[in-house]
C-alpha cells in the first residue's frame, strides 16, 4: 500500500460559498465550490430590505434568525462534505479561512477527524478573492 503524502487543503468560506482549495507545490488548485443559493437570495433580500422599509425590526430579526440558520446548516454541509474527503485519505492538514460568524459555525459542525488536523483558522472573509491574493495571504513565502 502506498503511503499518502502529507496534502493541505484549504477552505475558504462564508455563509453562501465555500471554495475548497489543495495546496500543490505552493499553488492553489481548486477542488470543489459548494454554494448555498438560498443563502444568497436571502442576503440580497436581507440588502434590499435595510434600503428599503425601515422600522419594522421584528421582520428584521427573524430574518437575521433565518440567516443565522441558513448559515449553519451550509456550515454542516461543507463539514461533512470535508469529512467525507478526509476518510477518502484525500487531505490530511486543513486551513480554515472564513467569515468570523460562519467560523463560529464551521467549529460547532466539524467532526472529531475533521477537527483533529485543523492545522491554522483565519477569521477573514476572502471568498471572493483571487487565487493570486489567496497564495499571497495564505502561503508561506518560505518554501
Do not use: C
Request: charged share 30%.
Amino acid at each position: 500500500m502506498e503511503h499518502p503524502m502529507k496534502k493541505t487543503w484549504i477552505v475558504v468560506a462564508d455563509e453562501a460559498i465555500a471554495r475548497l482549495l489543495e495546496v500543490d507545490d505552493r499553488i492553489l488548485k481548486p477542488v470543489e465550490e459548494l454554494t448555498d443559493p438560498d443563502a444568497h437570495a436571502k442576503a440580497a433580500e436581507m440588502r434590499h430590505d435595510a434600503h428599503g422599509r425601515r422600522g419594522n425590526s421584528i421582520t428584521a430579526s427573524a430574518g437575521e434568525a433565518e440567516l443565522h440558520q441558513e448559515g449553519q446548516r451550509f456550515a454542516k454541509q461543507v463539514a461533512q462534505r470535508l469529512a467525507q474527503f478526509h476518510q477518502e485519505g484525500r487531505f490530511s492538514s486543513l486551513k480554515v479561512v472564513a467569515a468570523p460568524r460562519f467560523l463560529g459555525y464551521l467549529r460547532q459542525a466539524w467532526s472529531p477527524q475533521v477537527a483533529g488536523i485543523i492545522a491554522d483558522e483565519l477569521d477573514k472573509d476572502l471568498v471572493k478573492a483571487s487565487f493570486d491574493e489567496l497564495e499571497k495571504r495564505l502561503l508561506p513565502a518560505h518554501a
